[in-house]
């Protein structure tokens, strides 16, 4: 492995590492929106369950989106014994 070929494994993990903190910062956002959503102490006939469907969509998709980039981490820190 080349020193080149590191680096530019270092430089796309740093990216990685990102976009991974991006998507958690998203989730965080949107579950507490699901959550205030879905007050326990509101009245079942006024919970807007279209939005929190909407929102638990979108969440699903940043957890997938999550879930891969976790995954490509993982396989370059193993590829490149980087710790």
Known sequence: MSSNELLIAKG???????RYKEYEMKA???LIQIRELLNPFSDFLELDLEK???LVKEFRQLQLKARECSDKIYKIKETYNIG
């Open 12 to 18: 796309r993990l740093s990216e990685l590492n990102e």
């Open 28 to 30: 965080d956002s949107l």
């Open 52 to 54: 929190v469907l909407m």
